[in-house]
């Protein structure tokens, strides 16, 4: 079975769906998820550059056509963080 690929929304580099961090807006509630549930998925490169630009330019909301709550991009900048 091939690999799945996806493209990161910021930085455009397509690489395989495991490398890459997925946002999901779950369908019908409209809410928005990390990692998991069904919906509309938008995906980012765990780099700081991608998360730094996706938040300044609102790109995962406008790929996820919800808003994003700040409460996603804290959790997402606390996967960064190296673990002790």
Request: include cysteine.
């Amino acid at each position: 079975m091939e690999p799945n690929y996806r493209r990161c929304l910021s930085c455009r580099r397509v690489a395989q769906k495991q490398a890459l961090w997925r946002v999901v807006r779950i369908h019908p509630s409209r809410q928005v998820k990390l990692d998991q549930g069904m919906g509309r998925s938008a995906y980012i490169c765990p780099q700081a550059s991608c998360l730094a630009a996706a938040q300044k330019k609102n790109r995962l909301g406008r790929a996820l056509r919800a808003s994003v709550p700040d409460e996603i991009y804290q959790r997402l900048w606390q996967r960064l963080e190296p673990c002790p």
